[in-house]
């Protein structure tokens, strides 16, 4: 029996995966962390009832802070929400080998995504061009979304970086609207009602052109069965692994 305790348990993707947890019968949820109710931090959660994981669907600004704390405690993470730079998993990288626990992340724990990471790989070894077009809900107060940053630093940790005609520090008006550099690759982030998360890779070629794409809907179904596959893979995890398409 694998021990959950899940941060950001009443959340949107949290309070799904809570539930996931109870009705598996391999799996036991024995601590919720939110701001409404149960534990206030990871922290505390796991002084009062140990786990073995702790499953992160909270939010850009406390998600390293529950991550450390889960490794102090030599306690294994899913991480599920956005927000950490390429540096930051780094550290985590570093904490959990030292540690001897594993840490598995991915900015999206849909299969489906999970798929568009590893299709972008694919075309990205057969075209020389391309950028990310990162769409999220108006409210989403980081940029770029965990699925889009994920996608731009897997491909530079790939060696494939695009080429550009005109250097973004060559760019007459305004560089910024060429959106922000990522892993070698300009990515732009809309923000604008009625999206969840999207994330599009448009690769272009002489006179062609290819698109991938993934869209998220109002569910947060698609997310459950990529996070209990991470939850059971972690345990037999030291240090890091970046992409569910890793444990696929």
């Known amino acids: 029996m694998i021990r959950v305790c899940v941060a950001g348990s009443t959340g949107w993707t949290g309070s799904a995966i809570a539930a996931a947890v109870e009705a598996a019968d391999d799996l036991e949820l024995v601590a919720g962390v939110s701001r409404s109710s149960g534990y ?22 406390v998600v390293k802070t529950n991550v450390l704390q889960a490794l102090d405690r030599g306690v294994g993470v899913v991480v599920g929400s956005s927000g950490l730079t390429g540096e930051d998993y780094d550290e985590i990288a570093e904490r959990a080998e030292s540690q001897g626990v594993g840490v598995i992340g991915a900015g999206n724990f849909s299969i489906t995504a999970a798929l568009l990471l590893r299709f972008a790989g694919e075309a990205a070894a057969r075209f020389g061009s391309w950028e990310v077009i990162d769409y999220a809900s108006a409210k989403k107060p980081d940029a770029p979304s965990g699925t889009a940053r994920e996608l731009a630093e897997r491909l ?16 007459h008006g305004r560089p910024e609207a060429r959106g922000a550099t990522i892993g070698g690759t300009q990515v732009h982030s809309l923000r604008l009602p009625s999206f969840t998360v999207s994330t599009e890779i448009v690769f272009a070629g002489s006179g062609e052109r290819l698109s991938l794409r993934h869209d998220a809907g109002e569910s947060a179904a698609p997310y459950v069965a990529g996070a209990l596959l991470a939850v059971r893979a972690v345990p037999d995890v030291v240090g890091l692994v970046r992409g569910l398409d890793r444990l696929l």
Not at 43 to 61: G, N, Q
Not at 157 to 162: A, E, F, I, K, T
């Open 40 to 61: 206030p931090t990871v922290a505390e959660a796991l002084d009062a009832a140990p786990a073995d994981v702790v499953v992160d669907f909270t939010h850009a600004a």
């Open 156 to 171: 530079d940790v790939l060696g494939r970086q695009p080429s550009l005609l005109v250097p973004i520090d060559e760019v």
